[in-house]
């Protein structure tokens, strides 16, 4: 299971190290879109915009608010109650998404160059 993040967002860094944090199974793996790996392994189509989060479940790939929601079960937890956001239309969902991913560098910040891991988080990344 891999998870693609823009590895020059602020927002994006800290999600990817919370999903660290509480990845407890150590079972995702990380590639900034950026990276060899997201360019040898992703459509072009997706690597033309780098708005969405994408998450490789090993069979699926879902972006934006669906890949957010696949994340949460997967963390289990309080994190299932993120769930209930299937209640809401995709388009609700991806258009809050939306709304975030546009304005993400003004609120967050940025960074010249793509995240990279410590040395006992290296195996954890593809890039």
Known sequence: MVVFFDGVCNLCQGSVRYL???DKKNALKFASLQGPYAKS????TELESLDS????????L????????????LLGGWHRLLLLGH????????GLYDLVAKNRYQWF????????PSADLKSRFLD
């Open 53 to 60: 989060i994408l998450f490789y479940d090993g069979k699926n």
């Open 20 to 22: 660290i944090k509480h």
């Open 41 to 44: 392994f992703l459509p072009t």
């Open 109 to 116: 910040g940025k960074q010249n160059q793509c995240m990279q």
């Open 87 to 94: 209640l809401l239309p995709v388009f609700i969902r991806n």
């Open 62 to 73: 879902y972006k934006k608010s669906s890949a957010v929601l696949k994340l949460s079960k």
